[in-house]
């Protein structure tokens, strides 16, 4: 099976069948022997035509008479790949890109399609200009939606909130690549004694200048073949949340609550900066989640790390007044992680906005039960969005007088005055996270 007909059946796997573009890229590439060319080729063609796909359609629409949703989804998807490399690969010939469509329509379609592709994709070849973009100062959102492939609803949120030149920035850093982010596992290792092990292994990176643990990755071999991950030395995971056990500053021999924990990148950070002392309880709705999380805290050697499959919406129930400290990375819309998922914004709507808010009341607040006098609560998310976040705070805390807004920027390893972090990817180079940190008072009634 050659690049473009795994890269085919990825794509058809994402849209047809709601598969997740990283998960079912990871999969189909290893089960087939490839060269790191031929991986790196399927890997472009499957992000790239997954995340411009809402652009492509748009351009497709201009070089067939035939409406997208009268096609068979694997033809739609032939044609999204073959004007994602017209468009927008420039080291690929029109030729190639025209004629493995071609080929690849003589395995899934009939005569007709075959013929149908051909024309749509030879047309587009020879007239890409009538494929033209509506004029950004006329309809700038038009423009930047398609421009950067992201959804119309979402750039017109963003350049109404932000301004047009700041959701245009925030776009294009979405539709960048980010370095492979992972956290050294002190435990075992120090970031000293990591860089040198990955050094050995070929990996070329740079340490993060805002977490200490931190080291971002810009070459490195097959993850799953570095000694230094099989044997616990890191994990992987965004220095945007490696900032939340820093905030939540958790102490040896503490009890900690982690609500909505899996797969355990915060709880296995937590446990760490507890020197593995004490007890960090991981609750998730999902066992097979909270599988992964067991299997990394072993990997990682934290045998304090426990796990419990509930709804958080439940915890109050369970653990009134027990905890010293309490974690909830609520359940969100993830509007600020879109650069590591290119399936993603596709998938949301405004409905998640208006919907999501009440679960993430509802689990803080139950959350909050659980939080001893004295006790720390933080709540993070990674999204950009207000009603996920400010809202959410300023809401509990109107309806909760007995916690306190502390300076959440001050307990960053880098401390700023900030009382809620927000970070933005395009601001901070980081994935859009929020934080906020709230000391409960020392006594009950309060």
Not at 99 to 105: K, R, S, Y
Not at 213 to 242: H, K, N, R
Not at 341 to 351: A, F, I, T, V, Y
């Amino acid at each position: 099976m050659d690049a473009r007909q795994i890269a085919l059946t990825i794509i058809n796997d994402v849209n047809a069948n709601g598969a997740y573009a990283n998960i079912a890229l990871a999969r189909e590439i290893n089960r087939h022997r490839l060269s790191d060319q031929d991986r790196r080729f399927i890997t472009e063609l499957v992000y790239g035509t997954v995340k411009a796909g809402a652009t492509l359609d748009w351009i497709i629409s201009h070089y067939s008479t035939r409406p997208l949703d009268k096609m068979a989804p694997i033809i739609r998807d032939i044609l999204r790949l073959g004007i994602y490399q017209l468009f927008f690969l420039t080291k690929v010939p029109a030729s190639a890109a025209c004629n493995q469509a071609v080929e690849l329509t003589k395995k899934y379609g009939h005569a007709g399609t075959v013929k149908f592709v051909n024309a749509v994709l030879r047309n587009a070849a020879r007239s890409p200009e009538k494929a033209v973009y509506p004029d950004r100062r006329q309809d700038p959102v038009s423009y930047l939606a398609l421009t950067y492939f992201h959804p119309r609803w979402l750039i017109a949120r963003w350049a109404g909130r932000l301004g047009l030149e700041a959701a245009e920035a925030l776009c294009a850093v979405n539709n960048t690549t980010p370095l492979l982010s992972i956290r050294t596992n002190t435990i075992k290792n120090s970031r000293t004694e990591l860089a040198a092990t990955l050094t050995k292994e070929g990996v070329v990176f740079e340490c993060s200048a805002i977490a200490p643990e931190g080291i971002l990755c810009s070459e490195y071999p097959a993850l799953g073949s570095l000694q230094s991950l099989q044997t616990g030395l890191f994990q992987v995971q965004d220095e945007s949340s490696m900032l939340v056990a820093h905030v939540l500053a958790p102490q040896p021999g503490e009890f900690v609550i982690d609500a909505c924990g899996a797969p355990g990148g915060k709880a296995t950070h937590i446990a760490a900066l507890m020197e593995n002392q004490g007890q960090v309880l991981v609750i998730d709705i999902h066992e097979h989640k909270l599988a992964i999380t067991r299997e990394n805290a072993a990997r990682l050697g934290l045998d304090i790390v426990k796990t419990q499959a509930m709804d958080a919406v439940q915890l109050s129930d369970l653990y009134p007044l027990q905890a010293d400290r309490v974690l909830v990375d609520a359940p969100c819309s993830g509007l600020g992680v879109l650069r590591r998922k290119p399936d993603s914004r596709w998938r949301k709507s405004e409905l998640n906005l208006q919907q999501l808010p009440a679960l993430q009341r509802a689990i803080l607040g139950s959350a909050a039960d659980c939080v001893k006098p004295g006790g720390v609560l933080v709540y993070s998310t990674c999204t950009t969005e207000p009603e996920e976040n400010q809202e959410i705070i300023t809401a509990f805390l109107a309806q909760r007088p007995e916690f306190k807004l502390q300076t959440t920027g001050a307990y960053l390893p880098v401390q700023q005055q900030q009382e809620l972090v927000q970070l933005w990817p395009h601001i901070d180079g980081t994935d859009g996270f929020f934080i906020a940190r709230l000391k409960r008072s020392e006594s009950v009634q309060a």
